[in-house]
Nanobody, 123 residues
């Protein structure tokens, strides 16, 4: 069993930056496919970014060039550096982990989820 705990959310003005963290406990996660999703009330959970164990990164078009996904295996932690934030980035951000090495862009296929952290970007 893997437990994921997100942190780093908060309130920021448009154009500002935040860094989200997701720490895994229970098992070494270096071989896990990691991802970030986000969700606003009344809508589906949307893909933000994913990080393959080999280092390959994939981003949603809406965040590419502004967000950076990284991992520190020694700390069992992944990070989402978010720059040039926009009001439309406001959402609850969720960290997810998959034991599969081929995962799509939907929520399917992810075995573990964190509780979410709120990011609010004011205009």
């Amino acid at each position: 069993q893997v437990q994921l705990v997100e942190s780093g959310g908060g309130l920021v003005q448009a154009g500002g930056s935040l860094t989200l963290s997701c720490t895994a406990s229970g098992r070494t996660f270096s071989n896990y496919f990691m991802a970030w999703f986000r969700q606003v009330p009344g809508k589906d959970r949307d893909f933000v970014a994913k990080l393959h164990p080999n280092g390959g990164r994939f981003y949603a078009g809406s965040v590419r060039g502004r967000f950076t996904f990284s991992r520190d295996n020694a700390k069992n932690t992944v990070y989402l550096q978010m720059n040039s934030l926009k009001p439309e980035d406001t959402a609850v951000y969720y960290c997810a982990a998959s034991q599969n090495l081929v995962v799509g862009y939907g929520v399917e296929g992810y075995d573990y989820w964190g509780q979410g952290t709120q990011v609010t970007v004011s205009s």
